[in-house]
């Protein structure tokens, strides 16, 4: 098990100092988020500023950028990372892609199933020189030697897709490589939905479930006093009531013993009252998902927690603090230690 710090794109001038800080901490990788900055800029920085550091995108948003623009830039930064990179996709939400971007959201999951399957396809045209993908949604059939960047000395990048529902599970364990679980993702849902789904999606295309990566973004909540632990306790009830809004995550609470927490929340979210949103995660809520732990404890707690579950895990609130950030590398190094032991 692999633990990657996990990082919102920043200026590119922040971003050389952010992944040698990482990397001199102990972390395996560095993950980048998108949100108003591309998480491939920061990576190719990170990639300079760096070397042997994994990278990986957690997630770029796919439907805005055509297939080919994104394995092209997958590829450089393959290349520039010497076989460290991996690509991670995600849909968004129709608001976003359609009002933001611009772009179709039509049947997302079919989309991004071709759009993974075209991306692989513009891999073998680099290595081939012949581009031949025939989908539903994209077709690609043209490619000469000018706009053909050519083979790289390392295997194809890893795809990896943000993953929820049950259908969209089994698509990526069929043609992805790996999958983006959603911060919500506790133990009892990556075994009841995750891991089974992977397998059933795998098997489609003469796979197994082992050779599917899982990305586990983990919410930590750690100090040796609960007075230290306190701040970063509401840290994570604010970030646990944003994505517990979202109605299509509905059933990951309510199967886990947590009946009408979106409802709630948006009910909180349409008055505009964030504070009471956030009053909606209760202590049981984030007992059940984050994980609270004194410094020494916790890299066991997060190996008791995901230790067959996850192939990477991904702190999700480790920057910030210089000290503190020092001390979460610390942990990854231990728990990097004692899974390879």
């Known amino acids: 098990m692999h633990v990657d710090a996990m990082a919102v794109a920043q200026p590119l001038a922040k971003i050389g100092d952010v992944a040698r800080q990482t990397q001199a901490a102990g972390f395996s990788g560095l993950l980048f988020t998108e949100t108003g900055r591309t998480a491939y800029l920061n990576a190719a920085v990170a990639s300079q500023a760096a070397p042997g550091l994994e990278l990986s995108t957690g997630i ?157 973004p983990a919410m930590t909540i750690v100090g040796d006093s609960d007075e230290e632990r306190q701040h970063e306790r509401e840290l994570v009830r604010a970030s646990l009531s944003f994505y517990g809004s979202t109605p299509n995550y509905a059933f990951i609470w309510d199967e886990a013993g947590f009946e009408g927490t979106t409802a709630r929340i948006r009910e909180k979210q349409k008055a505009g009252d964030f504070t009471g949103m956030a009053a909606q995660i209760s202590d049981e809520h984030i007992a059940a998902f984050a994980t609270e732990s004194t410094w020494d404890g916790l890299a066991d707690a997060l190996i008791d927690k995901y230790a067959g579950m996850a192939t990477r895990i991904v702190l999700y609130n480790a920057l910030g603090d210089p000290a503190r950030f020092e001390r979460y590398g610390e942990v990854a190094q231990r728990i990097s230690a004692r899974q390879t032991g």
């Open 60 to 216: 770029a948003v796919a439907f805005p950028r055509s297939p080919f623009v994104t394995a092209a830039t997958a590829w450089e930064l393959q290349e520039a990372t010497d076989g460290k990179f991996r690509l991670g996709l995600g849909t968004q939400v129709r608001r976003h892609v359609e009002r933001r971007y611009g772009v179709d959201f039509e049947r997302p999951g079919p989309r991004l199933r071709d759009y993974v399957l075209a991306v692989k396809a513009c891999f073998t045209a680099f290595r081939s020189g012949t581009l031949d993908h025939h989908g539903e949604f994209y077709e690609l059939d043209f490619i000469t030697p000018q706009w053909n960047p050519g083979p790289i000395d390392a295997p194809d990048p890893k795809v990896d897709i943000a993953a929820v529902n049950p259908w969209m599970l089994r698509m990526a364990g069929e043609v992805a490589d790996g999958v983006h679980a959603h911060p919500l993702a506790e133990p009892s849902y990556l075994a009841r939905h995750v891991k089974p789904n992977i397998a059933a999606g795998a098997a489609k295309s003469g796979r197994t479930a082992s050779d599917i990566a899982v990305i586990v």
